[in-house]
């Protein structure tokens, strides 16, 4: 019984011996070389068509960046403009009031 186990451990050795050197054949052929060659060419253009994918989306991050900037920026303008608006406009009620006790003190002393 021994001996059956042997002989099928022995064929299965042998056909998968046969069958490494048949594929290691069928790899190293002329069609199989060729296979590879065209496989290999078609990632490379896959390559260069994600590397120009790449480099749009990059220019176009980089568009949109420059534009948020400007916004910020403009928007930054907008608010110190009219902080600085706003410091006017209480500067001159100030000096309004200034001006307006001023005359009331005036008044007060033609009074007597």
Sequence with gaps: MWDIFKL??????A??????TAGVKILASDDAKKVYTNCTAAVLRAKDCVMKTATTVQENAEDILAEAQQ????????EAEAVYEAEEAEEAEETETQEENTGAQDFKEEEV
């Design 15 to 20: 056909g998968g011996v046969l069958f490494g």
């Design 8 to 13: 099928k451990k022995a064929g299965i050795f």
């Design 71 to 78: 916004i910020n920026e403009s928007r930054a303008a907008k």
